[in-house]
């Protein structure tokens, strides 16, 4: 078997080439972006609204936008977003919501890779990175340009996915048990790594130790400040029956609004925050 230092350049790029493709956030879409998981969505940016403050003129950086459907709403509270994805398409995709939702003035989608983005150093006071890291095999080299481009005081969010969370112990157990687990799995210091072969490429989806990703902020300066649960389950993917899965939906919002422990929860919020009182270096809005 390949060392993890052989095993993670091809397999990045093969991941890289699927994430360009429309079909996974297509997937996506199908799974999260309904008309049920809107409640939640709705509490966690009014959570995230308050973390940032008011709007203001500074912008904030959706690093991993996608389409847009974090940037939108973000828009909608008064915030100027530019959002940044590795794929083109999808970004197209997300101009013509940006403009049918008559925010063209308020956000800018451009074609970034998160491991190595353009930006001058110290670019952003406001950074959000929702559910995007669980997809990045150098998630450590996304961590470290998160972490440059984070204004001095700068507030980031990053939402992921708990590797220790009850759904994520639960359905591996079961999984074992019953013999069904068909992806590729690979235990890594920054969590359970799920490997698929997919009919548009390779993916990866990592279940995250938490405790990983806040250690490595911390080395480039971003400290945590809170760790908040996000949804308690996403099982509402799984099921076929509608009643069930506004269950696990209302017990979402319920959790979310307790707020309850960060710990059993698979979706996890991190507040952080960037260190040092050095001066900020430019604006990345304008360019």
């Known amino acids: 078997m390949p060392t993890r230092s052989a095993f993670l350049p091809d397999r990045s790029k093969d991941v890289a080439a699927t994430l360009q493709q429309l079909g996974a956030h297509e997937s996506w879409g199908t ?16 959570y995230i609204a308050e973390i940032f403050g008011p709007p203001g003129d500074d912008v904030v950086l959706d690093a991993g936008c996608g389409s847009g459907t974090k940037s939108i709403p973000l828009a909608r509270r008064g915030y100027p977003v530019l959002g940044v994805d590795l794929s083109e398409k999808v970004l197209e995709l997300g101009r013509r919501d940006v403009a049918a ?17 353009s930006f001058p150093d110290r670019s952003f006071d406001r950074i959000l990175c929702w559910g995007v890291l669980m997809h990045v095999p150098e998630v450590d080299r996304a961590i470290a340009e998160l972490s440059r481009v984070a204004r001095p005081g700068a507030l980031l969010v990053v939402s992921e996915g708990n590797v220790r969370s009850l759904q994520a112990v639960g359905l591996r157990a079961v999984k074992r048990l019953l013999g069904r687990e068909r992806s590729e799995l690979r235990a890594t210091p920054a969590g359970m790594e799920f490997w698929d072969e997919t009919p548009t490429g390779t993916l990866l989806t990592r279940q995250a130790r938490i405790d990983w990703i ?14 908040r649960a996000g949804q308690f389950s996403e099982l509402f993917t799984m099921l076929p ?9 209302s017990w979402n919002s319920l959790w979310f609004r307790w707020p309850a422990l960060a710990g059993p929860s698979f979706g996890n919020l991190l507040v ?15 360019t």
């Open 101 to 117: 939702a008559g925010l063209a003035d308020r956000i800018r989608l451009r074609r970034e890779d998160l491991t190595a983005m």
């Open 272 to 286: 952080l925050r960037k260190g040092s009182s050095a001066p900020p270096t430019g604006s990345a809005f304008g």
């Open 31 to 46: 799974a999260y972006e309904t008309p049920e998981n809107e409640a939640f969505f709705d509490l966690a940016l009014d």
């Open 214 to 227: 806040v250690r490595r902020f911390a080395a480039h300066g971003v400290t945590l400040l809170r760790r």
């Open 241 to 249: 029956w509608k009643p069930a899965r506004t269950v696990v939906h």
